[in-house]
């Protein structure tokens, strides 16, 4: 999963680069369909034989984090140092392994 967020961090600096004015970052996540392809598919990998993948279903879950991160997330709070271990991130991660659990 940290290498997920490394890679989320890593998108989000290369997006915010780009911003013309400072005002665009505290927008929603500009992810290009491929670069949330990408995410999931890396998120995926990255959960293969853990514990998420035995009680979840993981496509299901991929989907639900990154569609997470586009709509509940600005550039700004992504690039925050401590983004994974904060509350709202905690709460959205918390969600989609509630609504996808294998029933």
């Known amino acids: 999963m940290k290498l997920l967020l490394i890679f989320i961090i ?6 915010t680069c780009k911003q ?5 970052i ?5 992810f ?7 995410m999931k598919k890396t998120m995926k990998k990255d959960l293969a034989g853990s514990d998420i993948q035995k009680t979840n279903d ?5 989907d639900c984090v990154v569609n997470k991160l586009q ?4 550039v700004k709070e992504i690039m925050e140092p401590e ?5 709202k991130y ?6 989609c392994l509630e609504s996808t659990k294998i029933k």
């Not at 890593?10 to 997006?15: G, H, M, R």
């Not at 505290?26 to 500009?30: A, F, I």
């Open 58 to 62: 993981l496509d299901k879950f991929c």
């Open 20 to 24: 013309k004015s400072s005002n665009e």
């Open 83 to 87: 983004f994974s271990s904060s509350k």
């Open 71 to 74: 709509s509940e997330f600005t």
């Open 32 to 38: 290009t369909p491929e670069m949330a392809e990408t």
């Open 10 to 15: 890593s998108v989000f600096f290369l997006i």
């Open 26 to 30: 505290t927008g929603k996540s500009p």
């Open 90 to 95: 905690k709460q959205s991660r918390t969600r």
